[in-house]
């Protein structure tokens, strides 16, 4: 089945304790994502790959690191996590960066900051 | 360079009643538009796109859209809503500019759908 996945779906932690938020895609995709969802503001991106080796900053990618080492795999790091990054965070793959394509998107990680 | 404006937070329907939910875009390119669908406690799913192909798009539930350049419009429409339409939805305009591509979500529309 084709999905994108990520891991963990919940995660409670405290200031300044460094976490990762793994993702992976089985569709052979080009193009991955993350985006994190607010009340009131939809979705905003956060960083975005084109492909292996290559990132990019979104709309707002202050306080978030990324890598793309493999492919299939696209990481979200936050090196000292900060309460206002509270947020539920999708990842999504597209089969490329075109703009035309859709995305394929996870069920979603709820961090909570505390 | 692009923005898209989801002109309801919310809307509230009976069951079998149409369903409309707006979307105004702005683009300084030809832009793709897409509907997506968020059901509680899940990812988005992919409704319908619009790639520069027929103006009236068919999506998957007997959704539809069409695509109004005139009046920079993607409106979301269905003739009869079922219960299990009641989610979160959200309009996107998308495009690449200089090798880079961002797209650009909608603030999202509530459908609530009433017995």
Known sequence: EAQVTQNPRYLITVTGKKLTVTCSQNMNHEYMSWYRQDPGLGLRQIYYSMNVEVTDKGDVPEGYKVSRKEKRNFPLILESPSPNQTSLYFCASSREGSGNQPQHFGDGTRLSIL | ?115
């Not at chain 2, 200089?98 to 017995?115: A, E, K, N």
């Open chain 2, 1 to 115: 360079a692009q923005s898209v404006t989801q002109l309801d937070s919310h809307v509230s329907v009976s069951e079998g009643t149409p369903v409309l939910l707006r979307c105004n875009y702005s683009s300084s390119y030809s832009p793709s538009l897409f509907w997506y669908v968020q059901h509680p406690n899940k990812g988005l799913q992919l409704l319908l796109k619009y790639t520069s192909a027929a103006t009236l798009v068919k999506g998957i539930n007997g959704f539809e859209a069409e695509f109004k350049k005139s009046e920079t419009s993607f409106h979301l429409t269905k003739p009869s809503a079922h219960m299990s339409d009641a989610a979160e939805y959200f309009c996107v305009v998308s495009g690449t500019w200089g090798g880079s591509y961002i797209p650009t979500f909608g603030r999202g529309t509530s459908l609530i759908v009433h017995p």
